[in-house]
Structures are given as C-alpha cells and as structure tokens.
C-alpha cells in the first residue's frame, strides 16, 4: 500500500542552525501536506504542496514538492525554541477526500 | 467559533472494557476522519464518516473497532474488550468539504490508556 518514509526521527539542533526533513515515496505523491505537532499536542496543518517542482514559504519555513512528485522537504531556517515539535508529512489519498498517509515524522529539539 | 472537539482528554480502561471517544466536529463541518497514534509513531488513518454514513473504514481493526455519524450528535469510536495493544491517542479531524481541500482540523485527542 501506500507508504511515506520521513528522515531523520530525531534531529538535535542549537538555537540558530538550520533543520531539514525529509519525506519520500516509492509511488508518486498526490498531494503533500505539512504537520506540526507539539509535545501532547495534536496536529496543526502548516501547508499543503501540490504541483511538481512547488516551492512554499512561511517566514523562516521554506517548503519544497519533488520534481517527480516523490519526495518533499521542509526547511526551518535559524531554528528557535518555539519551533521544537514532531513535522509530519502526509501524502492525500487520490481517491477524492481529505484520507491523510502520514510518514512518522521527525522530532525536533532545539537548544538554547 | 469552537474548534474541533474531543471527550473525554484521557481515558483509563482496564483490559476487557469498552473504550467510547467523543468527536464532536467543527461547526458547519460533516466530514469527520479518526487516526491512531501509537507513541513514537505518526498517526494511522483509521475512518472516514459523514453524517450517518461510514465512507473508508479501510483502516479500523475488523474486531472490536467500530464508528458512527449520527444525525444529531458527536461521532463516537468504540473500542470494545481493550487490550494493551489499543492504548493511544486517538484523533478526530473534521473539514467541511468531502473533496481535498487542503485543511483538516485536529481535535485535540483522546489519550486511551489500557491498564
């Protein structure tokens, strides 16, 4: 079935370093969506990619679609302490509703 | 405007009991989807209701696992005779649309803990 691989589990960072995480499919990618989730909190949707090739930025978040639609990566440029949280990514069921695949998604801990 | 709702926050069962979730969705909002998340893990899509109508259930255990929409009223999962294996937290997200628009609400969850 469909499975989405997300990179790294873990990611330590000091206050001001960059962070990136990654997302990739075997099968072409329908429609990647974005996930924040803070400790014992739920998801938040941060965004959603849809063409081949997007490019998506949020402040200090830059997101970017694989050209051939298998991958994703999210980018936090100069982490802060409010950014520490698990991102997901989530392939959208091409079957016409909003079903969402989610890779296991990355921790982030930043330092000060 | 109140967002998606969950009851109860935490939820403690003994193994054998049955476990009901509360959704109550967002306002305006027919669409309710329910996910699974083990610790350490990223959440399992398990249901997609309507309003009394089960649409992709392709993700609930056949065994002890079943959902509704009523008409009036929150959507309910109900997890009967718990094993350790279920505890959880469990998520509702609601939209207002059944097409692929971008955004699903989260519920805040439902923390099941079987003891």
């Known amino acids: 079935g469909q499975q989405v691989m997300q990179i790294p589990q873990y990611q330590h960072v000091q206050e001001g370093e960059d962070f990136t995480t990654y997302c990739n499919s075997s099968t072409t990618l329908s429609n990647i969506q974005w996930y924040k989730q803070r400790p014992g909190g739920h998801p938040v949707f941060l965004i959603q990619l849809v063409k081949s090739g997007e490019v998506k930025k949020q402040k200090r978040l830059t997101f970017q679609f694989g050209e051939a639609k298998k991958n994703s990566s999210l980018h936090i440029t100069a982490t802060q302490t409010t950014d520490v949280g698990t991102y997901f990514c989530a392939d959208q069921f091409s079957g016409g509703y909003n079903k969402l695949i989610f890779g296991a998604g990355t921790r982030l801990a930043v330092h000060p | ?115």
């Open chain 2, 1 to 115: 405007n109140a967002g998606v709702m969950q009851n109860p926050r935490h939820l403690v069962r003994r193994r054998g009991q049955e476990a009901r979730l509360r959704c109550s969705p967002m306002k305006g909002h027919s669409h309710v989807y329910w996910y699974r998340q083990l610790p350490e893990e990223g959440l399992k899509f398990m249901v997609y209701l309507q309003k009394e109508n089960i649409i992709d259930e392709s993700g609930m255990p056949k065994e002890r696992f079943s959902a509704e929409f009523p008409k009036e009223g929150p959507s309910i999962l109900r997890i009967q005779q718990v094993v350790r294996g279920d505890s959880a937290a469990y998520f509702c997200a609601s939209s207002q649309r059944g097409g692929q628009e971008p955004e699903q609400y989260f519920g805040p969850g439902t923390r099941l803990t079987v003891t």
